[in-house]
């Protein structure tokens, strides 16, 4: 399992037209062994310098 | 080289005009700074559109030869500049340079975008497409989520807080009071900039931009020529454009921009001056944070100062350091093709004592900072009187 630490964080309360019936959504940046990637964040809200676990491709959730 | 001016200015207000046409917006602010100059249409021999998303907006592509024949400009090359929300800051560094280089003599260059004939949920999507589309826009970032990540790492690494961004938001809003041509013309308290309804946080409504009509037209000739023609010349000093990777992810540090320090090093050594001489500048506060990082960049003040000297009023219109004397993105409107050709217009006209009660009383020397997407593109010029 790919482990990132949380770089900075935003929860998205005005969606755009397509993602409007998932807002709120947390969107996080995080830093992976290969590089920093943009990422949804699922369950837990997470903050800066947590570990978050890459559940599926630019899906993540807090680690611990 | 040849030393440039700009001659004249126009500027149409800003605000929601969706009955008119994007083609009629820039044809009046084109005709305008042409009246203003005294000069024919058929002197022009190079004609800049900046516009972002006109064939987005309006389903319009080819705008620069259809924005240029309204305006009577025929036969003149004449080009659309993209660069997201520096698209006329683009647009105004090429003319610069055609009139520059000696391969112009009367550049008219225009700003314009035409936003309120979308819904707001499709204009967000368009105005996202400045981002990376793969990689930001398809995991639901807005503009508004990616300068939020932005203000969230600043906070945490330089300290900056919610009342330092509300406070550019009251300030931008305080000088928008003043401009007959700003869209939303209203006092904005600190307590109500804190509470606004949130968008993506810490960002609240009042930490956006408006999404505006509008247009501004500056016309550029070699001073020489400016001379005869006006006895307020405003000599461009110093101008420069730079760029960046697209997506935020791929910035080492999310609370600076390279492209912003690249052209304002590179437009600084052009006019031989530094950021301490300037005395009024228009920057790109597309949401509050960027006016805090912009401020930072530019050598204005150290990092980690901005927001603080904010709330102290070292930025307002008496401060020591006035920003947005317009009213900015914030007040004045954020028509994205229009704001860097408006940004210049407001210091050339500052610079010539002709900006009424928001007049910078004794300004010499002024900046201009554009910026197009998440720091992706950047244009800053620097004016003299």
């Known amino acids: ?64 | 080289m040849r030393e440039v001016a700009v001659i004249a200015t126009g500027l149409t207000a800003f605000g929601a005009f969706p009955e008119t046409t994007i083609r009629e917006l820039g044809a009046a602010a084109g005709r305008e700074c042409l009246a203003a100059a005294g000069v024919e249409a058929d002197r022009v021999d190079g004609f800049y559109l900046g516009c972002f998303a006109g064939p987005s907006f309006t389903g319009q592509n080819h705008l620069a030869p259809w924005v240029a024949s309204a305006i009577g400009v025929h036969g003149a090359p004449a080009t659309r500049f993209e660069a997201a929300c520096a698209s006329s800051g683009a647009a105004f560094a090429h003319a610069w340079a055609a009139v520059a280089g000696g391969l112009q003599e009367m550049a008219l260059v225009v700003g314009a975008e035409q936003m309120t004939v979308q819904p707001t949920a499709r204009t967000a999507e368009i105005l996202a497409a400045a981002g990376d589309v793969a990689d930001e826009a398809a995991l639901g970032a807005t503009f508004p989520a990616l300068f939020a990540l932005i203000a969230r790492r600043h906070m945490h690494e330089w300290g900056t807080t919610r009342e330092h961004l509300a406070a550019v938001a009251v300030k931008n809003h305080a000088n928008g009071l003043l401009n007959p041509k700003a869209h939303l013309r209203k006092a904005v308290t600190l307590e109500k900039a804190l509470t606004g309804r949130m968008i993506c946080d810490p960002l609240t409504l009042y930490d956006c931009s408006l999404i505006s009509d509008g247009a501004a037209a500056l016309l550029l000739a070699p001073v020489d020529t400016a001379r005869g023609l006006t006895d307020k010349p405003v000599r461009v000093l110093g101008v420069a454009q730079a760029s960046d990777r697209l997506a935020l992810a791929d910035k080492a540090d999310a609370t600076s921009f390279p492209a912003v320090r690249a052209a304002a090093q590179k437009a600084f050594a052009m006019a031989g001056v530094g950021p301490d001489e300037i005395d009024v500048a228009e920057l790109h506060d597309c949401f509050t944070i960027a006016e805090l990082v912009a401020l930072e960049d530019l050598g204005l003040f150290p990092r980690g100062q901005a927001g603080p000297a904010t709330l102290e009023g070292r930025t307002a219109l008496a401060g020591d350091r006035p920003i947005n004397p317009s009213g900015g993105l914030k007040s004045k409107g954020h028509p994205v093709g229009a704001t860097g050709a408006a940004q210049v217009v407001e210091i050339v006209r500052q610079l010539r004592g002709e900006s009424g009660e928001r007049q910078i009383a004794g300004a010499r020397l002024g900046l201009t900072q554009n910026l197009g997407g998440s720091g992706a593109s950047c244009v800053v010029g620097v004016f003299g009187a």
Do not use: N, W
């Open chain 1, 1 to 64: 399992m790919r482990i990132g630490v949380v770089y900075s964080e935003t929860t998205v309360h005005a969606a755009p037209e397509v993602f409007a019936g998932q807002a709120p959504y947390q969107i996080a940046l995080a830093d992976f062994p290969e590089g920093r990637r943009l990422v949804r964040i699922e369950g837990t809200a997470v903050h800066i310098g947590d570990r978050v676990r890459e559940t599926a491709p630019g899906l993540c959730a807090k680690a611990d």
